[in-house]
């Protein structure tokens, strides 16, 4: 089956992708193309689909690098292939070869270039880590390699959109007290309940960190379960786990 993959305009002069399920060797509840070893599918299977999402990119296995992610706002440059994954959820470069990933199952996963400079980053954008500067910090270290945020576009993949994403009002006022200009990005949902904005979140910080040219593909993961992973739907069906999407460029 041929790999599904989402490409957007902006990113143009780069070998890049947002990966859906389509194309994958994995079965059951990981259906598709689950490139996520921290999933409890077979390490073997999802070594193949990593193969195949290389090989789409033009680069070997060992040149797909990734990281650690843990939730948070660090971003890691990355000069030479190595097998080490370092905790962070960002990650840029300026090597030419080195395909840059990101996995994701609701969260944003972000690609960016500085085409003029040779520079690309890819980050993995959840609600914490977007609140908490994962995106300025993935920008800030493509800057220290050459780019110039006037240059820079950044493009948001397949990622839960509001409608989906019923969250609490504590949740909201966590938001809303670090910035009141983020009630926004909150509408009202069921009682007691209210639906975040995540993408347009993502957008807003891209912008107010100087990246003129961004976008959203306008996936949502959650409302497409044929062809993307999704957390929170899992948890909703109750299903044991969930396969992770991944998203990738290189120079």
Not at 24 to 53: E, W
Not at 61 to 69: A, E, I, K, N, Y
Not at 71 to 81: F, G, I, L, N, R
Not at 200 to 208: K, M, N, Q
Request: hydrophobic share 45%; glycine share 12%.
């Amino acid at each position: 089956m041929t790999l599904d993959i989402i490409t957007h305009d902006l990113l143009d002069g780069t070998q890049h992708g947002f990966f859906g399920r389509g194309g994958g060797a994995s079965s059951g509840v990981f259906a598709g193309l689950n490139c996520g070893f921290g999933s409890s599918d077979q390490h073997d299977i999802v070594a193949i689909n990593r193969g195949r999402v290389a090989k789409a990119l033009g680069v070997a296995d060992t040149h797909l690098m990734g990281v650690h992610q843990i939730h948070s706002a660090d971003c890691v440059t990355v000069s030479e292939v190595s097998a080490d994954k370092p905790k962070a959820d960002a990650l840029v470069t300026a090597t030419k070869g080195i395909a840059l990933s990101v996995l994701t199952a609701d969260c944003q996963p972000v690609l960016f270039a500085d085409k003029d400079a040779g520079v690309i980053g890819a980050a993995h954008a959840g609600w914490q880590g977007a609140l908490n500067g994962v995106l300025d910090a993935t920008i800030d270290a493509m800057v220290g390699l050459g780019a110039t945020r006037e240059n820079i576009v950044a493009v948001i993949g397949p990622s839960i959109s509001q409608k989906a994403y019923e969250v609490g009002i504590d949740f909201a006022e966590r938001f809303i007290d670090e910035d009141h200009a983020n009630a926004r990005f909150f509408a009202n949902g069921a009682i007691g309940k209210m639906q975040f904005d995540l993408p347009a979140f993502g957008l807003a910080r891209l912008r107010a960190a100087g990246i003129k040219d961004a976008a959203w593909t306008r996936h949502c993961t959650y409302a497409n379960p044929d062809r993307f992973y999704s957390y929170r739907r899992t948890c909703h069906n109750k299903e044991a786990d969930y396969g992770r999407l991944i998203a990738a460029i290189r120079l």
